[in-house]
């Protein structure tokens, strides 16, 4: 189950998610084969739901997806019909006649056409159909290739909603980007393949624009500049080995009233950008807050919470989704 109490409608203006999912117990894990097939995954679900991705890191028992999502709007059944062939980019014999058969029903709204086009226009610009999509078709391929049954993923996806201040989508994109670092496979993101800063460094266009999302820059050149020199000021590792530090250090900060450096804090693990249902400024959170007590009418004890002054975080605060402790 998704952890987050507070739910907001991601056909918003403009809403940009954290969206996680790691594998059952965090057990499971992927060889190179599967992360290459999430990748692709992730890629395709994205075009066809309409949206962008910004950053990404797939790693052997999760994955961390940062997406814009553009504000709903309905689509030309001509638009839909590309999109219905990026959901199935290799149809059978029966899909390719049923899709015939509403095809022909479109120019007069035939019962069968309606329905069709209302199921897909339902899932553009979703989070929740484009994770399932990602984590049903990836679960599907997974146990028929390693002959097993049952779940492969660990119930629902974690979501954030987060503010689109670029100092916190840095912050967030270099989090993401740094996972390979953190767990010692690679000392430069560049050089672990299914990232999106490695993406992008290859040539991926679409990988370069979500970072250009993040720095903005008119040139591939100037933007790589720009987000190389954050990577490495903020969370570049000298050392071999893991270069993820020991939560018991940030703790101790904390303790003393002291704080540390980004870059010593972007490579602990930090649950407050994984575990919380809103991020970004006070005002950002609290106006979320209210409009969810106000369709509900739940949530009156819950508070924005500010980050902890470990590091010069900026106005960030957010609200808890879970009980588990901040770093570790």
């Known amino acids: 189950m998704a952890r987050n109490r507070i739910k907001v409608s991601a056909r918003q203006q403009g809403a940009i998610y954290h969206l996680m999912s790691r594998s059952?117990?965090?057990?499971?894990?992927?060889?190179?084969?599967?992360?290459?097939?999430?990748?692709?995954?992730?890629?395709?679900?994205?075009?066809?739901?309409?949206?962008?991705?910004?950053?990404?890191?797939?790693?052997?028992n999760h994955y961390h997806v940062v997406v814009f999502v553009p504000q709903w709007e309905p689509l030309s059944d001509a638009e839909l019909l590309r999109r219905h062939e990026c959901l199935y980019p290799h149809p059978t014999k029966l899909q390719v006649a049923k899709l015939a058969e509403i095809k022909a029903q479109l120019p007069g709204n035939g019962p069968k056409a309606v329905a069709w086009r209302a199921a897909l226009q339902r899932?553009?610009?979703?989070?929740?159909?484009?994770?399932?999509?990602?984590?049903?078709?990836?679960?599907?391929?997974?146990?028929?290739?390693?002959?097993?049954?049952?779940p492969v993923w660990c119930g629902r996806f974690k979501s954030v909603l987060v503010e689109d201040?670029?100092?916190?989508?840095?912050?967030?994109?270099?989090?993401?980007?740094?996972?390979?670092?953190?767990?010692?496979?690679?000392?430069?993101?560049?050089?672990y393949r299914f990232c999106g800063y490695?993406?992008?460094?290859?040539?991926?266009?679409?990988?370069q624009e979500g970072i250009r999302f993040l720095v903005?820059?008119?040139?591939?050149?100037?933007?790589?500049?720009?987000?190389?020199?954050?990577?490495?000021?903020?969370?570049?590792?000298?050392?071999?080995?893991?270069?993820?530090?020991?939560?018991?250090?940030?703790?101790?900060?904390?303790?003393?009233?002291?704080?540390?450096?980004?870059?010593?804090?972007?490579?602990c693990r930090i649950r407050y950008l994984s575990d919380?249902?809103?991020?970004?400024?006070?005002?950002?959170?609290?106006?979320?807050?209210?409009?969810?007590?106000q369709r509900t009418g739940a949530g009156k004890r819950m508070v924005?919470?500010?980050?902890?002054?470990?590091?010069?975080w900026g106005d960030v605060a957010g609200l808890r989704g879970s009980r588990s402790p901040l770093f570790g």
């Open 24 to 60: 059952v117990n965090g057990e499971l894990r992927l060889e190179e084969e599967g992360q290459e097939h999430l990748r692709q995954l992730v890629w395709q679900m994205a075009e066809f739901t309409g949206i962008r991705i910004i950053a990404y890191a797939i790693m052997d």
């Open 123 to 150: 899932q553009m610009n979703d989070v929740s159909s484009f994770m399932k999509l990602i984590k049903e078709r990836f679960a599907m391929r997974y146990n028929r290739q390693h002959e097993r049954f049952g």
């Open 165 to 191: 201040k670029p100092h916190l989508l840095q912050i967030l994109g270099l989090y993401v980007d740094l996972n390979p670092v953190r767990a010692g496979i690679v000392e430069d993101p560049k050089d």
């Open 198 to 207: 490695a993406e992008a460094v290859a040539g991926g266009k679409k990988a």
């Open 216 to 267: 903005g820059g008119e040139t591939w050149e100037e933007t790589h500049s720009a987000y190389r020199r954050l990577l490495f000021a903020t969370g570049g590792t000298d050392r071999p080995g893991k270069a993820s530090i020991p939560a018991e250090r940030v703790r101790a900060a904390l303790a003393s009233g002291g704080t540390l450096p980004l870059a010593v804090v972007l490579r």
């Open 276 to 293: 919380r249902a809103v991020l970004g400024s006070r005002a950002f959170v609290e106006s979320h807050l209210a409009a969810y007590r």
């Open 304 to 312: 924005p919470r500010c980050l902890p002054a470990v590091t010069k």
